[in-house]
């Protein structure tokens, strides 16, 4: 995915700042991050999990340790690539 892909992606959203994160790029709106896009897909994270309604849509939810949280960690809903 590159910058121009993910500018029309989220253009419906209003205007989104596309930024290099990592090994991707970090997608913001009004100065908030809200996704990220790596070579593998998009990244969002995900307050309450409900993995049945997830799954239903072909959207894998990936539990990520996050030492500040309980102990099941972030959980981040990740869109395959291949789906674009």
């Known amino acids: 995915m590159d910058r121009d892909f993910l500018i029309d992606l989220f253009s419906d959203f209003g205007p989104v700042t596309i930024r290099p994160m990592f090994s991707g ?4 709106t009004d100065g908030i991050n809200f996704a ?3 070579r593998a897909g998009l990244y969002f994270p995900r307050r309450r999990p409900d ?3 997830i799954r239903s849509r072909g959207i894998e939810a990936v ?4 030492p500040g949280q309980d102990r099941h960690g972030q959980v981040i809903l990740a869109i395959a690539s291949e789906a674009f």
């Open 51 to 53: 993995h049945s309604a």
């Open 63 to 66: 539990s990520v340790p996050d």
């Open 25 to 28: 790029f970090g997608i913001s």
């Open 36 to 38: 990220m896009a790596l």
